[in-house]
């Protein structure tokens, strides 16, 4: 397209240019809509809300569960292009568990319907699709938090994809599609609705650059004659080059290249021009392939009415040189300056008299000639002066011009004041030490120099040994630092202890700095607040080897070791690096960005010692890390908060978080290890690899090994031991949610290693396997439910093929979490080749942080028991069968395999194959047995591979149990200690393992039972006809007690169902936790799925005394938690 200069004399104008596009299609749904809907009617003409009027296009969302309504548009040929852009206007007012996504198809043989890229959005929201649907969370406008508010037309959003990668060089088709989720009752929201749909194709990249001239923006009348810079900021991937083209009066346009001031700014300046110039200049933006945009104005100058009349004036216009307050004392500096016309006549002379410090300096006539009126001169030089040590004045003033009497003189003079100091800072400098050998007394005196003197290159400041009660103040920009220019604050003896920076308030206060050292330093605020604080944004900043003492038993939240609040701007690159961080209400507070989408970048915290912090070792907020690792945490063992977190981080990255240390002790009640929220949740960014970690934690009530929240994480050899009191929750790792997940070769020993929120991710983005899950109180974890055993978790998740649930032989817990590496052998994972201590993994390793598997040359061991199952029936031949794997260097070819059941001694398997190191065989049946009644024992241990002796026995054995059923419950059994069963777990344990053929009753004889009564699933067999009964014998309640067995910090009803129906409780007395101090007390708790449950003549009781710690909810004889249906 061939540029035309408009010129339109007085007028300003303004006008854009794009790179030549095509609108492939348009469909506003104003007219006829020839697109196809299906299920007929789902999609209708709507004339309420719209963009264009004066309609839009409405999908309802489906009645049924899991339904779909579709709305197709035709075939668009963009084979033409190879760049490709489409958009909309919407409002989607539809429920979170629904799904509004847009799909493209290809007109070829077998395509596919695909959706759109999260990778091609270009909408203004990015977090709106970055899980390729829209739905009323995509934008606060939409209230999110009502699904049944009605829209506005205030709500309607554009929406933008670049879509050259999917329909570029195509022919193409959309479809917009609802999606009804599993939630009852979102049918009722308003819906989709579209408006003004848009396909363009262009030959270059569609997206122009941005463009915008910044203030002063020189159009119509202009006062003045200049010179006028005209500033722009162009913002483009392609980095475009600016042209701005100007001409006077009509004349011969000039073209310039604009200069580049910052990463988006360039700037040019058209010279002075006498009044009533007409000025017309058009700036050009124009990326590397071709795309421009422009933005042209005309203008016209004038002199101000107010200016003065005068026929003959000059001023003062500037002075130019000495430029900087800061100079170097007794070096001779020429000054310069420039004079202005401020007459009605042209200026040809005057005479400019000045002093220094009021001493008169020799007069200068000038003659520069034929100034126009308002018109600056060129910079002239004036004369030189040497600078003193400290402040000089130069006073510069005008007089005589064009040989007359000035009739204004208050505008004839200037002054400049400099500051000459003995050195602009470069090299080394002492603080402090013996008078003779150093360059300052104090770090304030030598901080008061560098803020009036500036610095010329690396400046480091050793400081000598001794106290130094005073403070270290960085709160404006250190004139004269270059961009790879460092100041270094260091110890001069390199001994971290030997210097300290003592403070009754802020030690160290850092604001508007870049590339500033701490190393070696012992900064205290035992009696002060905070160490080090970021009280703006500042770049490249290091603290290294450095001991921060807070105070180790403070309760208040502002003492600190090093503090950084929200709304003190970005600060990026921050390297925390192997420091002692002692004390305070945290360690470390650092909010590092000021939003999820405006984070610190490029931050490093690693080799760090935490102790004794009150509430929280770490608190880190919007920071993306480079690094994370090796840092050791210990929280206090006095003067607790209730609540403690090692590592809490929220909407940060980081491509690891690796071999830190986390010990907590047991006097604090609810522990936090990790907590990890919204970390790594981009749609392109990778996973956080989680590894290589060592968490013990104990606590008295509930606690967390890793805490995780919406995050894309890899959590992958890491060891967790939290137990302390046996009935306690302690949990290993707990995934309220994630988006991507992967949970492998770990080793957690909790009361509950692993708590699963949601099973729908299972198998699809979330992974678990090579985990070994041990409790002391038998369980598994929990999915739906606590689980129990191996093989009911597996059905239950459909992961965990390879899983075990074994004690592992730790070496010395009050250490660290190091075994004996016999009996949780795995292989090891291309993405974690060594361990907590650097130490190879090499093809097989140990669950966990530690590799202690120790290779040997003829090594077997039991991998899995496949059979039998937990629940066999009495009498039958059932059948046990493993999997071996080669744990040792050399291929084995021959092993026994020997078993026992219930202390008998089985016939040996002898195996002959090959096998290679690493692998594991397919399943070997050895035997059948005859199944007993109750618990029967099977041990599997193996021996003599390669006919050589076992060269470690530790891992050779592998047991389970099988349940025996002799037939299914029905009729009446007693309970007591002449009963059918001597206690309610011995019957709880048959009724769930055997299930009922008839009704059942459990008639409990006369006593206290302290037991609970805890159903977390239906029983087999039991139905509204097939009911199970608890009563007493005499069918007097108060003969039969039972009480909770459960601590008064766990949450549990003495009577606690779930998920089960058609129970009767009759004449018996339930009593909820009695002891002080009390946490919870429930005599009866009625979760989720509870349904058919019947109280006959029962006493149902808790203490009459209320803690003053108890909360609403905490107390209760019968309880049902919020949100969970009964009936």
């Not at 080090?532 to 070791?561: D, H, Q, R």
């Not at 069968?881 to 026994?896: E, H, Q």
Request: some cysteine.
């Amino acid at each position: 397209m061939k540029k035309i200069l408009i010129i339109s004399g007085l007028l300003a104008f303004l006008f854009f240019e794009l790179h030549s596009q095509t609108t492939v299609t348009t469909q506003n749904f104003d007219g006829t809509v020839n697109w196809t809907v299906s299920p007929t009617g789902s999609w209708i003409s709507n004339s309420v809300y719209y963009v264009s009027s004066p309609k839009s296009y409405h999908g309802y969302v489906p009645n049924q569960l899991k339904d779909s309504i579709i709305l197709t548009t035709p075939f668009y040929d963009c084979s033409a292009y190879g760049f490709v852009w489409l958009s909309f206007n919407h409002i989607c007012k539809l429920a979170s568990s629904d799904i509004a996504q847009i799909e493209i198809q290809e007109n070829l043989a077998g395509s596919q319907w695909k959706k759109l890229p999260s990778s091609c959005y270009l909408g203004s929201n990015p977090a709106a699709y970055n899980q390729q649907r829209f739905n009323q969370n995509s934008y606060n406008d939409w209230q999110p938090g009502d699904s049944l508010a009605t829209p506005t037309n205030s709500w309607w959003k554009e929406e933008r994809f670049d879509i050259s990668a999917e329909a570029g060089w195509g022919i193409v088709r959309f479809r917009f599609k609802i999606i009804r989720g599993s939630t009852i009752g979102t049918q009722f929201t308003y819906g989709w609705l579209l408006d003004n749909f848009e396909l363009r194709g262009g030959s270059h990249e569609l997206d122009p650059p941005k463009l915008t001239l910044l203030n002063p923006v020189y159009k119509d009348t202009v006062y003045g004659v200049g010179p006028f810079n005209i500033l722009a900021n162009v913002i483009d991937a392609e980095d475009s080059l600016l042209k701005l083209t100007y001409a006077i009066n009509n004349g011969f346009p000039y073209q310039v290249i604009m200069h580049k001031q910052g990463v988006d700014l360039y700037d040019f300046t058209i010279p002075q021009q006498v009044y009533g110039t007409n000025v017309d200049y058009t700036v050009r933006a124009e990326d590397s392939v071709g795309n421009y945009i422009s933005e042209s104005h005309s203008f016209i100058n004038i002199r101000h009415p107010n200016n003065p009349g005068f026929l003959n004036g000059a001023a003062m216009y500037s002075i130019d040189t000495p430029h900087t307050v800061k100079v170097v004392a007794n070096v001779t500096l020429p000054v310069y300056i420039k004079i202005k016309n401020t007459g009605l006549n042209n200026l040809n002379s005057a005479v400019i008299y000045w002093s220094v410090n009021g001493v008169m300096k020799p007069s200068y006539n000038w003659s520069g000639g034929n100034l126009p009126v308002d018109f600056a001169s060129s910079s002239f030089y004036l004369g030189s002066y040497t600078p003193s040590l400290g402040y000089d004045t130069i006073l510069v003033w005008v007089k005589n011009p064009n040989g007359l009497v000035d009739s204004l003189a208050t505008d004839d003079t200037l002054s400049f004041i400099t500051y000459g100091c003995n050195t602009i800072f470069k090299g080394e400098y002492t603080i402090g030490g013996p008078s003779g050998s150093r360059n300052f007394s104090s770090i304030t005196s030598a901080l008061n120099e560098l803020s009036y003197c500036g610095m010329s290159g690396n400046t480091v400041f050793k400081i000598y040994n001794g106290t130094y009660n005073e403070n270290i103040n960085l709160n404006t920009p250190i004139e004269g630092m270059g961009q790879f220019d460092t100041i270094t604050f260091v110890s001069a003896s390199g001994n971290t202890d030997s210097v300290i920076i003592k403070s009754n308030a802020v030690a160290v206060s850092l604001a508007y700095v870049n590339n500033i050292v701490f190393k070696n330093l012992s900064i205290d605020v035992i009696n002060g607040t905070r160490g080090i604080y970021f009280t703006g944004p500042c770049e490249n900043i290091e603290i290294n080897s450095c001991k921060i003492k807070a105070n180790p038993t403070t309760t208040s939240s502002t003492n600190v070791c090093i503090y950084k609040s929200s709304g003190t701007g970005i600060s990026d690159n921050i390297r925390i690096i192997n420091n002692q961080l002692d004390g305070g209400y945290y360690n470390i507070y650092f909010y590092g960005g000021t939003g999820s989408s405006s984070r610190a970048s490029h931050m490093i915290f690693s080799g760090n010692l935490l102790t004794n912090a009150y509430y929280y070792a770490t608190y880190f907020y919007y920071n993306d890390f480079d690094q994370l690792s090796d840092n050791t945490i210990r929280s206090r063992l006095t003067n607790t908060s209730s609540y403690f977190y090692g590592l809490h981080m929220y909407y940060c990255d980081a491509p690891s978080i690796t071999r830190n240390k986390i010990h907590i002790p047991s006097s604090i009640l609810y522990p936090y290890a990790m907590y990890i929220g919204y970390c790594n949740t981009g749609t392109n960014t990778a996973a956080v690899l989680v590894s290589n970690n060592e968490i013990i934690l104990k606590s008295t009530q509930n606690s967390y090994g890793m805490y995780i929240i919406s995050s894309r994480i890899d959590i992958i050899h890491n060891s967790i031991l939290a137990i302390n009191l046996p009935n306690v929750t302690n949990m290993g790792i707990y995934i309220s949610s994630a988006s991507d997940l992967t949970v492998k070769n770990n080793n957690i020993v909790a009361t509950i290693p692993l708590y699963i929120n949601s099973l729908t991710s299972l198998g699809t983005t979330w992974f678990f396997d090579y985990n070994n899950y041990f409790s002391p109180l038998g369980y598994i974890g929990y999915a739906s439910g606590y689980v129990s055993t191996m093989s009911n978790w597996r059905s239950t998740t459909g992961q965990d093929a390879h899983s075990v649930n074994v004690y592992p032989s730790f070496v010395d817990t009050s250490v660290n979490l190091k075994t004996t590496g016999g009996n949780i052998v795995c292989n090891s994972l291309s993405n974690v080749t060594t361990d907590i201590n650097g130490l190879s993994r090499g093809f097989m390793t140990t669950m966990g942080s530690y590799h202690d598997f120790i290779l040997k040359t003829n090594n077997v061991m039991p991998y899995r028991l496949y059979s039998p199952g937990d629940l066999s029936i009495v009498g039958a031949n059932d059948s046990v069968v493993v999997s071996v794997v080669n744990i040792g260097s050399n291929a084995v070819t021959s092993m026994k395999i020997n078993w026992k059941v219930n202390g008998v001694q089985m016939t040996q398997y002898s195996w002959a194959g090959s096998l290679a190191p690493g692998d594991t065989t397919q399943p070997i049946k050895l035997g059948n047995f005859m199944t007993l009644p109750g618990d029967n024992e099977i041990i599997v241990y193996t021996s003599l591979p390669n006919n050589q002796t076992d060269q470690d026995v530790k891992n050779d054995t592998i047991k389970t149990s099988t349940y025996g059923c002799d037939s299914l419950m029905t009729g009446t059994y007693t309970i007591g200690t002449a009963g059918h069963f001597a206690t309610i777990t011995d019957a709880m344990i048959r009724l769930k393992a055997c299930g009922i053929a008839g009704p059942v009753t459990l008639a409990l004889f006369p006593g206290l039972y302290t037991e609970n009564i805890i159903f977390e699933d239906s029983i087999r067999g039991c139905n509204a006809t097939n009911t199970i009964t608890f009563t007493s014998t005499t069918g007097v309640r108060t003969d039969v007690i039972i009480y909770t067995a459960t601590d008064s910090a766990q949450d549990v009803g003495t009577i606690d169902l779930k998920n089960v129906k058609n129970l009767i409780f009759k004449n018996i007395a339930v009593y909820g936790q009695h002891r002080s101090p009390m946490f919870y007390s429930k005599a009866v708790m009625l979760r989720s799925g509870t349904e058919n449950i019947t109280f006959d003549n029962c006493i149902l009781l808790i203490p009459t005394f209320v803690s003053a710690t108890n909360i609403p909810g905490q107390l209760s004889v019968v309880y049902n938690p919020s949100g969970n249906p009964v009936n």
